[in-house]
């Protein structure tokens, strides 16, 4: 099953939902293509979907919970990935030719 937030966190003058799978990170990533949501938009174990994608989300069955249900069900399901155990991968250096 796919939730997500309603859209209150604010970025860059947007508003944004996180959007998560209690299954796994494919039907997450699945989900994601089908709604027009970039991969550069996945963080760790969630989406940010802006606020103007929010009704799609859930015209596609993505179900609207509260925020605080999002990281409790990544947990129950075992898919939470905490900032401290994945830190971001450093950019590669450009090797000259």
């Not at 209690?22 to 989900?31: G, I, M, Q, T, Y």
């Not at 009704?55 to 990281?71: F, Q, S």
Request: charged share 25%; net charge positive; hydrophobic share 40%.
């Amino acid at each position: 099953m796919l939730y997500l937030d309603r859209p209150a966190w604010p970025w860059r003058g947007r508003l944004w939902s996180h959007l998560i799978s209690d299954v796994s990170h494919a039907e997450l990533h699945a989900f994601a293509e089908a709604l027009g949501v970039p991969r550069r938009g996945f963080d760790r174990d969630h989406y940010d979907i802006p606020a103007e994608r929010f009704p799609v989300a859930v015209w596609l069955g993505a179900r609207v919970v509260p925020t605080r249900e999002i990281a409790h069900r990544l947990r129950a399901a075992g898919l939470r990935r905490p900032k401290h155990l994945h830190p971001r991968t450093p950019t590669p250096t450009p090797t000259p030719t």
